[in-house]
């Protein structure tokens, strides 16, 4: 009997195809049984291992097997997040100290014992992929496991533990893989959700990766590396960066999130230079193991990036387990074809430094005319509120359209939204669904969210209905499976351009209301 396919649930034994099945909360995985706790009809294992600590001479290295246990493992409690400096501002507030020891899974599975293949859905966390965990509560999988979904998330290395690339590194392991450790880290949690999955009851090949803003790139970057081949068969992205280049990112001050390794290799040595590490060779990757955890994150954070961009790229084109942008990839029909929901919030992140209108509509060229009747169509020429409009459909919304139109192009069933919907007591001061205020509805958590002043019985009705459309997806690579939720969702496409926008009034699916917008975007896309 395979190990990773034994689930021991007391009382009751039943054979699930020729598997021996019980019924308690103690899962036998291939490094050693671990122990989760029962609630509410949900088993919760966390702070399971999925690699070895990433600590002393295995930072910066591809992540390791975990060492195997003999006895039980209790996994009632988090691992730790992984190590970086949390900033005041973050919908998703960490609840671990972080620390460089943070590569752990946490699973949540339905009780009864699953007598039959459940489907998978792995969760991947934004943070501009210098911040974030899997421990805030907003991502707590409760909600999917009473929907019939094992639900996995964990941690990846961020900042400059997980994207680095001094040329030292290259000199160590010539045959690489170099620099994106952290998206070394999202595969090899990947590979362990295919080997022990099937013990919490879920199915191998019935996984959906689902990530939001840096996850929401990393899922990208997944659908364009041949390393994860195999590792899931749907995706979901969520307000994702995805164009190449300043298309978007000018607003970003250069921050696109897919740099080549020259520059990553540029930064890395400035980063050793500030720290008196100079040379290439092996006396000064010692050097640099031997920094203080602390040292090495050395006041980098979402606050901090723009400062700090001489120092820190983050994902890279290394041309082995990222060969070439997700856009490069999408444009020439690489990516892996696998269903696809995606979609960004009408008030996304955006960040326009112009002055005035001018420079606001300036990128537009020609189109200038055009673009201010349909982002100023009151002729208010406020550059701040129209500056960030531009800057949200230039670095989010557009991009997340360009996915869904090449992915629907590849013949893939592609499912595209706009979350618009705003709590109920924050109405009369929030302009709009700003970047990640969807979290706490696709994860039904509305209760945990701290950006939710008060509760309304129409927030947590939209939360059933936004999770229910993310089960449904998970289930059967369309969200309109099961006869729930009530409002039909069209499949996209490009000459339709048919969203769900998900509003104050409910669901409602149509023509996309900023095409017009949209289509000024895409002509400069790439462009400063």
Aim: charged share 15%; aromatic share 10%.
């Amino acid at each position: 009997m395979k190990v990773c396919k034994f689930l021991c649930w007391s009382a009751v034994v039943i054979i699930v195809s020729g598997v021996m099945v019980s019924a308690s909360d103690e899962v036998k995985t291939e490094s050693g049984a671990v122990r989760g706790i029962t609630q509410d009809g949900v088993v919760s294992f966390k702070g399971i291992p999925f690699a070895a600590p990433p600590v002393g001479p295995l930072r910066w290295k591809p992540p390791q097997p975990p060492a195997p246990w003999t006895t039980v493992r209790p996994s009632t409690d988090y691992g730790h997040d992984c190590m970086q400096r949390p900033f005041i501002e973050d919908l998703a507030p960490l609840r671990t100290t972080p620390n460089e020891d943070c590569l752990y899974v946490n699973v949540w599975t339905p009780l009864p014992a699953a007598v039959s293949k459940l489907p998978v859905m792995v969760w991947i966390y934004g943070g501009g992929w210098v911040n974030g965990g899997s421990s805030p509560a907003v991502y707590d999988g409760t909600q999917f496991a009473r929907q019939g979904v094992v639900l996995v998330s964990f941690n990846y290395r961020v900042g400059r533990f997980g994207y680095f690339a001094h040329p030292a590194l290259a000199a160590e392991s010539p045959s690489g893989p170099l620099g994106n450790y952290g998206y070394m880290d999202q595969i090899a949690a990947l590979k362990w959700v295919q080997h022990n999955i099937e013990a919490f009851g879920g199915d191998p090949k019935k996984v959906t990766i689902f990530g939001e803003s840096a996850g929401g790139g990393s899922v990208l970057a997944m659908m364009a590396s041949p390393m994860a081949q195999g590792l899931f068969q749907q995706a979901i992205v969520e307000s994702a960066p995805a164009r190449d280049g300043a298309g978007g990112m000018t607003q970003m001050k250069g921050k696109s999130g897919f740099f080549s390794k020259a520059t990553g290799e540029s930064a890395a040595l400035a980063f050793a230079k500030s720290k008196g590490i100079n040379g290439t060779d092996a006396a000064a990757l010692d050097a640099l193991r031997r920094l203080s955890p602390d040292d090495v994150v050395d006041g980098l954070n979402m606050m901090s990036i723009f400062s700090a961009i001489k120092t820190f790229v983050g994902p890279m084109v290394d041309g082995q387990l990222l060969p070439e942008s997700p856009q490069a990839a999408f444009q020439a029909g690489r990516q892996m074809k696998v269903p696809l929901l995606i979609g960004a919030t009408n008030r996304d992140i955006g960040i326009s430094f112009a002055r005035n209108i001018q420079e606001v509509m300036f990128p537009f060229g020609l189109n200038q005319m055009k673009a201010y009747a349909v982002y100023d169509p009151q002729h208010t020429n406020d550059a701040k509120v129209v500056g960030a409009a531009v800057a949200s459909d230039r670095l989010m919304v557009e991009p997340m359209r360009f996915i869904a139109r090449q992915q629907s192009a590849a013949g893939q069933p592609t499912y595209a939204y706009r979350f618009s919907y705003v709590p109920v007591a924050d109405r009369a001061q929030v302009d709009g669904a700003h970047h990640a205020t969807e979290l706490a509805f696709v994860f039904n958590t509305v209760a945990n969210a701290a950006y939710v002043s008060k509760l309304d019985t129409a927030d947590s009705a939209m939360a059933l209905t936004v999770n229910a459309y993310w089960v449904a997806f998970a289930k059967s690579g369309d969200p309109n499976a099961g006869g729930r939720p009530r409002t039909k969702w069209p499949a996209y496409a490009a000459d339709s351009d048919t969203i769900l926008d998900f509003t104050s009034d409910g669901a409602v699916a149509g023509p996309d209301p900023w095409k017009a917008r949209l289509d000024l975007v895409e002509k400069i896309a790439g462009k400063p």
